[in-house]
């Protein structure tokens, strides 16, 4: 059985092996999701058709556009992946002979009867060091997706987080992350981006306070933390709690020419339609009190290409946005 240090470590290194910036959660979704079959007590080995299904609805829903038809990915290429110590294939030796470059169709996958799951050792490490499990999920939460998603994405994959009380109340807990390679965050983020949009949600204009704090409003990164965006206002959008979370869901992105808050053509509305969320759609962002601090074109860019559920709805002429 594998010591908690060297599961930890099998799982960063497929972390570094991400290319920088560009965001791609596949393998990321991948392990999640076995990780709550580890979790439920579910056989070491699944067949790739039995968790297909499931994938593709991550991917739809967490993933950048187009994501799902590159579902079977990661199945294949994890098992190289991490120095070959994280993941098996189980299946006909014609197919797991292949160079690791060919990967097999998603048809070949289902018809073979492909079977993947953790490594045995790290398999057995996860099942038996209590709070382990968690302590991988939340590393790769954290490495990959914005906190607004966590709970979310946590839930689709059927994970439990919450640390058993034996393991927290353990002083080995604190140890193995001692080396984890976090990225600090700026504690003046939000307060700078809150107030460089005068404590409103640049989308809507929702600006509820309670005394003199803000309630609801939150520090949006336009490239995500996890994908190198920096903590400076040009990369910081002031959003209500609604609007974060659609924004990290990439169910709107912002159009760096004239700012204009563009929304997917996979976003509906149906009962509140065009009175409702979509009634944003084509107006620009309320401008921040400066304009050195608007966002910068590579992070909108970034967004764009990455989180956001392309393609965008059609924008038509610029709506003057009411006086506040
Ligand atoms: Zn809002």
């Given amino acids: 059985m594998a010591t908690a ?24 979704l991948l392990i999640l999701l076995a990780l709550g079959r580890v979790q439920r007590g579910e056989p070491r080995m699944v067949e790739f058709s039995e968790v ?43 197919v797991l002979t292949r160079p690791a470059g060919a990967t097999p169709s998603l048809g070949e996958l289902r018809r073979r009867h492909i079977a993947g799951g953790f490594a045995t050792d ?50 080995g807990a604190d140890a193995r992350y001692a080396d984890a ?16 949009y005068e404590y409103r949600c640049c989308v809507c204009g929702f600006d509820l306070r309670i005394g003199h704090a803000p309630a609801g409003l939150e520090a949006a990164h336009i ?23 659609l924004f990290d869901l990439g169910v709107f992105t912002i159009e760096p020419s004239e700012y204009r ?17 979509l009634q944003y759609h084509g107006r620009a962002i309320h401008a921040p009190q400066r304009s050195e601090l608007l966002p910068a074109s590579e992070y909108l860019l970034w967004n764009a290409s990455g989180p956001f559920k392309r393609p965008a709805r059609p924008v038509a002429r610029a709506k003057p946005r009411a006086k506040r």
């Fill in 5 to 28: 240090g060297e599961v930890l470590n099998a799982f960063d290194n497929i972390r570094r092996a991400q290319h920088a910036g560009v965001y791609a959660p596949h393998k990321p």
């Fill in 52 to 94: 297909d299904a499931p994938l593709r609805a991550l991917l739809g829903e967490f993933g950048p556009s187009s994501a799902a038809k590159s579902r079977h990915y990661p199945f294949w290429h994890l098992a190289t992946d991490g120095r070959g110590a994280l993941w098996d294939l189980n299946g006909p030796k014609d």
């Fill in 122 to 171: 790290i398999d057995a490490a996860l099942r038996q060091t209590p709070g382990l499990l968690q302590d991988v999920a939340r590393r790769v939460l954290d490495a990959y997706f914005p906190a607004t998603l966590h709970a979310d994405i946590a839930a689709a994959v059927g994970l439990d987080l919450e640390q058993p009380p034996q393991a927290a109340d353990s002083a």
């Fill in 181 to 196: 390679p976090v990225r600090r965050r700026d504690p003046s983020f939000r307060e700078r981006v809150l107030r460089a």
């Fill in 223 to 245: 490239q995500w933390h996890q994908f190198g965006g920096p903590d400076i206002e040009p990369n910081g959008l002031s959003l209500c709690a609604l609007h974060h979370k």
């Fill in 261 to 277: 808050v563009t929304f997917s053509q996979h976003a509906i509305s149906g009962g509140r339609g065009m009175s409702g969320e």
